[in-house]
Each structure stands twice: as C-alpha cells, then as structure tokens.
Nanobody
Framework: QVQLVESGGGLVQPGGSLRLSCRAS????????MGWYRQAPGKQRELVAS???????DYADSVKARFTISRDNAKNTMYLQMNSLKPEDTAVYSC???????????WGQGTQVTVSS
C-alpha cells in the first residue's frame, strides 16, 4: 500500500509560480512511474508530466518549457515546479504512482491550483 499526499496548491496571479509536492509513504521511485495529472471543471483528466524510475521525464505540450517535474529520493517526494502560470492551468492537480510490474495505480487526494488576477 502507498499513500500519496500532495501540497503546495493555491491561488496565484497569471505569470506567477507555484511548486507542488507529492510525498509517498514509503520509498517507491525505483519501481514506479510517477506522474502529475490535472482536471479542470468540465474537462477530462489529463497527464501533465511524468518521471520514470530511471529519471526520464515527459510533459504535455501545453506545459513544456513552463513546468518541471523532479523528485527527491531521500525524501520520497516528487515535485512539480510551475512557472509562467496561465488561467488555463487552473485545475485540481493530483499525483499518481504506477507500479511498473502490475500497472496498479495509487492516487493522491489532489490539490487545487487557481490562476486568476
């Protein structure tokens, strides 16, 4: 069992920055693909960024060059640095851990990000 707890959401003005954190209850990064997803009202959930056990990263086109996914293995924590935020980035952001062997997924509870002036 894995618990994921997100933090760092909030209200920010357009052009601002936020850093989201996702802390896992145990060490999992060596065997899980980690990802950040978001869901805006009335829209489907979408993958924002992911990082593999080997450290390879991937991003949605809409956030490339603005968002950076990273992790701190010693802290069992994954991050999403979000810069140059736009109103269309407003959504509930959730972290996800996918077991590479079983494909089982764990989800965090989500954190609200609102970009508005």
């Amino acid at each position: 069992q894995v618990q994921l707890v997100e933090s760092g959401g909030g209200l920010v003005q357009p052009g601002g920055s936020l850093r989201l954190s996702c802390r896992a209850s145990r060490s999992i990064f060596s065997s899980y693909v980690m990802g950040w997803y978001r869901q805006a009202p009335g829209k489907q959930r979408e993958l924002v960024a992911s990082i593999t056990s080997g450290g390879s990263t991937d991003y949605a086109d809409s956030v490339k060059a603005r968002f950076t996914i990273s992790r701190d293995n010693a802290k069992n924590t994954m991050y999403l640095q979000m810069n140059s935020l736009k109103p269309e980035d407003t959504a509930v952001y959730s972290c996800n851990a996918r077991d590479v062997q079983t494909n089982y997924r764990y989800w965090g509870q989500g954190t609200q990000v609102t970009v508005s002036s």
